[in-house]
Each structure stands twice: as C-alpha cells, then as structure tokens.
C-alpha cells in the first residue's frame, strides 16, 4: 500500500498548533462561563420586610405617593447599573414616586467614605434623597441585605415590592423587578412582589480593610 506524500500528512508543529488553539477556546470559554455564573448569581435576599412601614424608619415615607427605598454599598461596581435603572424609573413616574438612595456606612468611616461616583450618581437624580445609612441601621429594618435591593411601600405604608431592578450584575436594561414595579403604579398589582437582586453584600469592605488597601498602595484609590 503506498503512504501518502509528506506534504499531506499533517505536521506536528500544526497538530500542537490545533491542540493549543482549542484548549485556548476551551479556557476563554470556560471563563466566560465563570463571568456569567457570577454575573447572574443573587445576592442574598435578606429576612422577611415589615409589611408596614416601621414607625421607628429614618427614612421619610410620602403620604401622598408611593415611595421607593434604595440601600447601595458606595464601592459596589455592580449598583451602577442599579442607579441608571432607577434614574429611568423616576423619569418615567415622578409623578407617582418618591425615592431615597441610603448608602451603607460602617462604623468610624471617614466623613467621605462613601462619597463615591455612586453617590454623585444617585444626587443628580432629580428629586432622589440621597443618605448616609449608619452600620447599615435601615437595611436592617427593612431586611436588606444585598446592595442594590430596593423596598416599595405605598401612600398608606403597605409593603408592595422587594427586590432588585437589574437582571445581572452590572447589567442595564429591562428586569422583572421594574416590570413589577412599574405593573404595580400603574395597576396597582404585578404577577409577583419579588425580584432577584444582583449586587455586593452591604457589610463588604469594612474601613479597616479598605484604609490597609490604600496603605499598600501608597494611599492611591
């Protein structure tokens, strides 16, 4: 039987070439795999919410629409995305919300700890509250957990809605939570009064850590 001329066997520089190429897509496509677990994972949903607005709340209700609390970590790349969405949902029913952006603060914080771009973000929003959320009292009340989760209570003070207005970490665009939020101001019910939150745990990062960060790299952020 006569073998096949040299020049169509395949060399072992170009089979190492193939082998080399696919495990490089097979790790590219291993890790985006890993990014988009991590990216659509929840975050914790925190304890049952009072079904009533708490007397003792920090947090100013309206009595005359509903209003929408927002608890967000200030160094949460993920809330972002949580900020943009909620910008969209006041432009689209100012008329019928109001809205408080607290920012977790952990104890003997510097006075700017959280005076992040979040911060500035949530401020230029018209007509948010933004506040300082101290060792994270009021995520506490309203048993919030992860930043980004939101709480929505009506003109009377009832419990409408818990949960996030993102569908990934990071991630702008439609979700459940705000099509659930926005059934809920417009007809007064939506098919669930929960959505997934996508974010950071509020009690990351504590201070001591951040400012031992900052030592090892010369103070630079």
Not at 71 to 85: G, K, L, N, Q, V
């Amino acid at each position: 039987m006569e073998r096949a001329p040299a020049a169509a066997r395949p060399s072992r520089a170009s089979t190492l070439a193939f082998a080399g190429a696919a495990a490089w897509f097979l790790l590219v496509g291993i890790g985006f795999a890993g990014v988009w677990k991590y990216k659509s994972t929840p975050g914790d949903a925190g304890a049952v919410t009072p079904a009533r607005w708490p007397a003792q709340a920090a947090a100013t209700r309206s009595s005359g629409r509903a209003t929408l609390l927002v608890f967000a970590h200030p160094h949460c790349a993920c809330t972002r995305a949580t900020i943009s969405e909620l910008a969209r949902l006041l432009a689209r029913f100012h008329d019928r919300l109001e809205a408080t952006v607290l920012f977790w603060t952990p104890r003997d914080a510097p006075a700017d700890w959280n005076r992040t771009d979040l911060w500035s973000s949530a401020e230029r929003i018209p007509g948010v509250t933004v506040l300082r959320d101290a060792e994270g009292r009021e995520a506490s009340r309203f048993a919030v957990a992860t930043s980004g989760g939101v709480v929505l209570y009506d003109a009377s003070g009832r419990l409408l809605f818990k949960g996030g207005i993102t569908s990934a970490r990071g991630h702008e665009g439609d979700s459940f939570g705000q099509e659930r939020i926005a059934a809920l101001l417009t007809t007064g019910s939506a098919d669930r009064a929960d959505a997934p939150v996508f974010g950071c745990a509020l009690d990351d990062e504590p201070p001591a850590r951040m400012a031992r960060a900052g030592a090892d790299s010369g103070g630079k952020r």
